[in-house]
């Protein structure tokens, strides 16, 4: 078996890991101030007001480290009694041959130490615990979306009525909106939601709605998506369930709920479930409480005045799969410790792995969603881009879990491509004017549907 790759570092220029903490990190650190300074503003609270200061204090003080690039230390001992999960940190530190520091460390393990270290900052003061740095942020940009919410639940509204007055449909017709629903799910705001205007049972098949679906799947590089439908509808019915791990609150959220409600109207699945991170993480991530606040700004005629049927139906739909826990939502500490996704396993005890390998066994699809998710399955780790997706996700691919990764490209790693498509989109890139053109990766244009049965035999 071939020498398992270095992981990507933050000190190498030609990866987008060296302009991310140089340029990325600091804004988003700067940005976190100014939402505590905005909340403690609004707070008659003097308590509040006063802890606040302390925070200020931590992020500022990380945001030194990180421009110094000082060494990574380790959580103290009383920092993991608050929050026991960071123990995960220090773990994978002790293993460390080198100290690493912030500016020259491992991409994915440090940045996944910054989101748990400004967490911690603030999780620190008792008035601050259940405070999300993050959520203004995270609900303003849905706000900003606007049009295309419309258009997906008026979409939605259509599609969904139909399928109820439609006892039997063909499974070519629903290959294909499954195919259409993925699609919106994978791309989220950069979706064309012309892909659906011809999203009516009669006209699925037609030639104008073709095309769309060939257009789309141009910039999608590598796509297993018929492998993944292959295993979903050879799964008696009554056992078929959907596990999303999901990615970003907002608008890919609402894309994700689109893509459970078809799969729930349509009968496909029996039940889907949402596996949600239970802090602030990777600034735009889904928690558990973020589904509360959804449905109370879809509700909002302030936010969204127009097509408030549309809107409604949508809200109703998920509210009652909900309350049949036919659609459920579930949290994990697991997804934001340390661990990369080879540790879904049943030999992690210690940080959720062996709870959620067992739980997935049970899955007919575990749908693993956006860039982070999809570096973790790969350990972000310097595979050549032809590699395949198998042979990237060690432990999983012979795991019995059956995993749909869901991902724009958006960092370095990227595996599964054939022979050739990568000096291409290097070329492609540097004629754009891009200096770098291995950075294609990480443009957020191209991106990429893998699947693993779960059966494989490592090569």
């Known amino acids: 078996m071939p020498k398992t790759p270095d992981v990507y570092h933050l000190n190498d220029p030609t990866s987008f890991a060296y302009s991310t903490a140089r340029s990325r990190w600091p804004k988003i650190i700067t940005q976190s ?24 204090e931590g992020i500022e003080l990380l945001l030194r ?39 020259a460390g491992p991409w994915l393990f440090t940045e996944c130490y910054l989101y748990r270290v400004l967490d911690t900052v ?60 993925v699609d919106i799910s994978l791309w989220g705001n950069a979706t064309d939601l012309s892909l659906l205007a011809n999203a009516t049972l009669e006209d699925i098949q ?13 910039n999608i590089i590598a796509n297993d998506l018929p492998e993944a439908w292959s295993r979903l509808v050879a799964v008696p019915f009554e056992e078929r369930r959907v596990d999303f791990v999901l990615d970003n609150a907002g608008f890919e959220f609402y894309t994700d709920l689109s893509l459970s409600l078809f799969l729930l109207d349509a009968k496909l699945v029996k039940t889907v479930v949402f596996h949600c991170k239970t802090r602030p ?30 809107l409604e139906y949508f809200v109703s739909s998920i509210e009652y799969y909900h309350s049949t826990k036919q659609f459920q939502l579930v949290d994990s500490e697991f997804w934001t410790s340390a661990l990369d996704y080879s540790y879904l396993s049943p030999h992690e005890t210690k940080y959720g792995g062996a709870e959620l390998y067992n739980y997935f066994q049970e ?8 860039d982070l998710n999809y570096r973790k399955l790969t350990g972000d780790r310097m595979w ?56 294609w990766c990480s443009s957020g244009k191209w991106a990429v549907i893998s699947y693993s049965a779960g059966n494989s035999s490592i090569n």
């Open 65 to 103: 480290e990180i421009e110094d690039g000082v060494s990574i230390r380790k959580f103290t001992e009383s920092e993991v009694a608050l929050i026991p999960s960071l123990q995960s940190y220090n773990d994978i530190l002790a293993t460390m041959k080198e100290k690493p520091t912030w500016l």
């Open 33 to 56: 101030k100014h939402d505590v300074f905005a909340h403690a503003e609004k707070s008659e609270d003097a308590e509040l007001k006063k802890q606040s200061e302390h925070i200020v």
């Open 122 to 181: 603030v999780k620190s003061q008792s008035k601050w615990v259940d405070f999300d740095i993050f959520e203004v942020l995270k609900r303003d940009t849905f706000k900003s979306s606007k049009f295309g919410i419309y258009e997906l639940a008026i979409r939605y509204k259509k599609l969904s009525e139909e399928l109820k007055k439609t006892p039997q449909v063909e499974t070519e017709k629903l290959r294909i909106l499954f195919e259409e629903f």
């Open 384 to 439: 050549p881009k032809t590699t395949p997706f198998v042979n990237a996700i060690d432990q999983l691919a012979t795991s019995n879990i059956h995993v749909l990764a869901l991902r724009t490209c958006k960092a370095d790693v990227c595996v599964g491509l054939p022979d050739g498509l990568e000096e291409k989109l290097i070329e492609f890139w540097k004629q754009q004017g891009n200096d770098v053109g291995e950075l």
């Open 206 to 218: 037609s030639r104008q709605g073709k095309e769309a679906r060939e257009k789309s799947a141009e």
């Open 281 to 310: 993480w990777m600034v735009s991530d889904t928690m558990v409480k973020d589904y509360k606040l959804f449905l109370q700004d879809m509700r909002n005629s302030d936010w969204f005045p127009d097509h408030q049927e549309e």
């Open 363 to 370: 899955s007919t699809l575990v749908i693993v969603k956006g």
